[in-house]
């Protein structure tokens, strides 16, 4: 039986970001703490594009590969225009001399417009990264994000009318989001259709509406398990739609981890969903076999995370027959079941 392997999280050229953290944002969401995740304090946007166009010469002039930038850590459309179109000419200027191959940047479903996107098209923008975090009203009227399911379903398909790449973001575990809810978030992403996901389950960072919440013992956040067994889960639903997820969970950097006081993270969170959603991809191929398996050949490129964070996948195979005496490597690009 030979069959392909699921889709690589990320397949994208490196993003250089350029952060604006809280620009452009209309109000503080309950649990956020850009400082803190973008490691990038908050400051003018006249000071942010100095540093950006520095960083720009700087590459150019080492003479880097390409890049995609990514404007991240505010609202970017929800900027003053004068604004986007200085960052977005600043760009195309170094997509002219080919060191800049694509640009994208993260808003708000609230924050796009039809006629607001087909203008920073012409500009070169290219991929729009929407924070939907849930479709769930109640959620969303929670967490104080300001908008409702049927704005966020819009936003989308905004995106998608301008001619531009749509990307998700999902945010599960907010106050009162249960993982059943997050199968419907993640459902209904689906269908609309995007190029890409990121998931990002809930942590309560410091200083946020979250962590008094928290404090308080008002919420509790998911446990890395849960979490984990969520992702895998949603990760597995985005295999079939061909959908790519390109991160999952909050980056394990310095000066990040320091600032969350609670909440589902681990510094191999995603090799930990990719590995317990790879054992029903294959298990379900091994049991369509109607024996015990013999051999299966498969793929390098899923070959640290095939038995799972530490080993832990390795009795889920081994109750199916498939041990790891069965199990080899190969160059070849898709898995070979004997």
């Known amino acids: 039986m030979i069959f392909s392997p ?13 952060f604006t953290p809280f620009a452009g944002c209309p109000n503080r969401c309950l649990y956020c703490a850009q400082q803190a995740q973008t ?17 720009l010469e700087k ?13 991240y850590g505010g609202t970017f459309t929800a900027l003053p225009e004068q604004w ?7 760009a195309a200027r170094y997509r002219e001399q080919g060191m800049v191959c694509g640009v994208r940047c993260s808003t708000r479903p609230d924050a796009v417009s039809l006629p607001l996107l087909e203008r920073l098209k012409a500009l070169g ?40 790449t749509l990307g998700i973001q999902l945010l599960p575990g907010l106050p009162g989001h249960t993982t059943a809810m997050f199968r419907d978030d993640v459902a209904l992403a ?63 950097d310095v000066g990040v981890t320091d600032q969350i006081l609670a909440g589902p993270m681990h510094p191999a969170f995603g090799s930990m969903v990719r590995g317990r959603a790879l054992v029903p991809y294959i298990l379900r191929r091994v049991d369509a076999l109607k024996r015990a398996p013999k051999l299966l050949m498969a793929p390098q490129s899923v070959r640290g995370e095939f038995w799972g964070y530490k080993g832990e996948c390795k ?24």
């Open 39 to 55: 490691g990038h304090a908050e400051q003018g946007l006249g000071i942010v594009f100095e540093q950006f166009e520095r960083d």
């Open 59 to 71: 590459r150019f002039a080492g003479g880097g590969s390409p890049v995609e930038l990514g404007f």
């Open 84 to 90: 986007i179109e200085r960052f977005l000419l600043l």
């Open 190 to 252: 689906c269908s609309l259709e995007p190029a890409f996901m990121r998931l990002y389950p809930c942590v309560v960072f410091k200083g946020t509406g979250l962590a008094r919440l928290y404090e308080r013992g008002e919420y509790t956040p998911w446990s890395l398990g849960a979490a984990v067994d969520a992702c895998a889960e949603a990760l597995r639903q985005t295999w079939k739609h061909g959908i790519r997820v390109i991160r999952m969970g909050i980056a394990h």
């Open 125 to 164: 923008l290219d991929t729009v990264e929407l924070g939907i975090q849930t479709f769930d009203d109640a959620v969303l009227s929670k967490s104080l994000r300001g908008y409702a399911k049927d704005v966020a379903i819009e936003g989308c398909r905004i995106v998608q009318d301008a001619g531009m």
């Open 6 to 18: 699921p889709l690589p999280h990320d397949v994208s050229p490196r993003i250089l970001p350029v």
């Open 315 to 338: 009795s889920l195979y081994a109750a199916s027959g498939l041990t790891t005496d069965k199990v080899q490597w190969w160059n070849a690009p898709f898995f070979c079941l004997l």
